[in-house]
């Protein structure tokens, strides 16, 4: 398939996605395995959550025990938690195959970047669901609830009756992670005891929802046949993942409180579990990043803004650092006055100004959204926390959004028309906005011969570099984000250190 | 040209919901509920053939007969479980733990552990400091009137829970209502029910 042909594939596949996930969530009430008799979804809630996980995203204005048959969860979004991450995963490897198609040296001369159905199929078969098999599995042995019966009525131990909830969240919980989806089986995700109850199944959960993202660097590495380039982008990536872990990690130890956090896995590992759900577009939370400490809060929103580039979501983190590799490509080749190159192809105008839009269209979403949220009532009803802590909640709200994770300041009461169509809005064009332009560079490169190397040639893959990436991904998100962050997260410490009380 | 892959993305999302939504939950929990039923089912507490809760998810325990779990932001509500969302400078959060710590200074007249200050994340904590869980155990011990014996088991009981717990991973906790359910079944314990 040539890009259009792709990216057309892509749409009209995530356009009927959302549709039939739309029809199941509204309809939940006429079909089966619905044992607690909930009805159908409001429109504009089930609009926002289809688009949600059919985005990668997974933003939740429900909650799953409260709101959803297991026939929603398992035939609903479990199932566009295993395509949104293939779909992910689909581009990113187009993507890759444009930039390293050789014209007429054995590559043909097809501008093909690939099949959409075949690369769908293929991460599918060959890795998510294995994986997911597995996991499921280790999850279930540590207590995961897997089971299809109706909720089980129980007396507490006191002689209090209530329906004790149930489901088949582990095989939910597994791609979850896996896929960086972060849609929680049970409304407190995986803070709840059902969804992550042990130690040993938290480091699995961290473990499974970097596994996809850290493989993609290296697999970048291998199918342009240069691993140095996928070492490079890697590095950059880790050393991005090392300042978040020791940021969130140490301001926790020294700010924060229990708080929203569970005992069994505590300060640190809550922190370490923020960061790691926030650099992958996850969105999984195991405690709740509202009750974070102002800076340990910011951590998460700053890994979000940053594009969801360090490591990012499955095949999604990838093509995102991409749009930034270009742009850095180009400013070197300013700095050093020539024309730029990567990988042997010339990167022109038409590259840049996409790579461009791809890095703007998220960031111009975030601004212009929470700009709207907190200048109208609407916005501004739905806070749970007042002060610079209220911004941050719709900060985030379109942070997360716009970026695909998922997690929330989970104070903000965003299931409201006003909340569920904005945020939809903003999930879909801070995944496609991306996806499109990205597989329109790709069919370009693709079209283009190789230049041979000389003298002049700018090295992509050493540590000068790497370096001038790291701090063109660090600039971009900083000159669009950090007069926000003052007003609220920086704002928030002061107050809180001050011991004030809102 | 839009439109012409629409049929194919409807077949092509068909085969994948019977795969992946149907075939890949039913395998797992034919799997699960075969190898782990207990856990599968959500590790249930039964006793008398009667279900009393899951020792995963906490309760409700006022009567001091029991050892309280941590505090819950949705009220140990099952169904419908949450956190706060308080931020750092919030006055409702500062009130709520002034309300706490004297609460329980009155109750065990000993300072409070900070895990009995600040409510979970799920607000289903099953678990509570080992700290928390000693601190408790002489007024329960009162309540159920347990002799010199059966109050050097239940301490015995507590440290061999929270060294369970432990193991190589997590911090040292102690699962209240695990903890809870052994008072009313270890003869140990239930026997001065009668008493208590």
Known sequence: MGWKDYAIALLAFSGASVALLFLILVGQGHLPLNPQRFKGMRWDLALNTAVSFVTNTNWQAYSGEVALSYFSQSVGLAVQNFLSAAAGMAVAVAVVRGIAHRRGEGGGETLGIGNFWVDMTRSVLYVLLPLSLVLALVLASQGVAQSLSAYVPAVSLEGKGELLPMGPAASQAAIKHLGTNGGGFFGPNSSHPFENPTPLSNIVEMIAQILIPFAFPLLYGRMVGKRRQGRVVFAVMLALLAIGVWACVGSEIKWGTLEGKETRFGKSDSALFAVLTTITSCGAVNAMHDSLSPLAGMVPLINIMLGEVVFGGVGSGLYGMLALVIITVFIAGLMVGRSPEYLGKKIESREIQLAMLAIIAPNFLILAFSALAVSLPVGLVSLANRGPHGLSEILYAYSSGAGNNGSAFGGLAANTLFYNLTLATDMAIGRFGVMVPMLAIAGSLAAKSLVAPNAGTFKTDNATFGTLLLFVVIIIAGLTHFPALTLGPILDHFLMTMGAAL | ?196
């Not at chain 2, 890949?24 to 053939?49: C, D, E, H, W």
């Not at chain 2, 505090?71 to 750092?88: E, K, M």
């Not at chain 2, 300072?111 to 080992?130: K, Q, V």
């Open chain 2, 1 to 196: 040209m839009f439109l012409k892959k629409i049929p194919k993305s409807i077949t092509f999302l068909f085969w994948m919901t019977v795969m992946l939504g149907v075939a890949y939950p039913a395998v797992v929990t034919f799997a699960s509920q075969l190898i782990f039923p207990r856990r599968a089912n959500g590790s249930l507490i039964v006793m008398k053939g009667e279900v009393r809760g899951s020792s995963l998810l906490a309760q409700k325990f006022e009567s001091p007969r029991f050892f309280q779990a941590r505090p819950s932001a949705s009220d140990y509500a099952y169904v419908g479980a949450g956190a706060s969302n308080l931020g750092s400078v919030s006055a409702d959060l500062a009130k709520a733990v002034a309300a706490r710590r004297a609460a329980w200074e009155k109750g065990f007249g000993a300072p409070a552990p900070e895990d009995m200050l600040y409510a979970s994340a799920s607000g289903l904590d099953p678990d509570i400091s080992l700290e928390a869980a000693l601190a408790q155990a002489g007024r329960v011990a009162a309540a159920r009137s347990l002799g010199p014996d059966a109050r050097a088991a239940l301490d015995a009981a507590i440290r061999a829970a929270a060294a369970g717990a432990a193991g190589p991973i997590g911090p040292p906790r102690v699962n209240v209502v695990s903890l809870n359910a052994l008072l009313e079944t270890d003869p140990a314990f239930a026997a001065a029910r009668i008493g208590g």
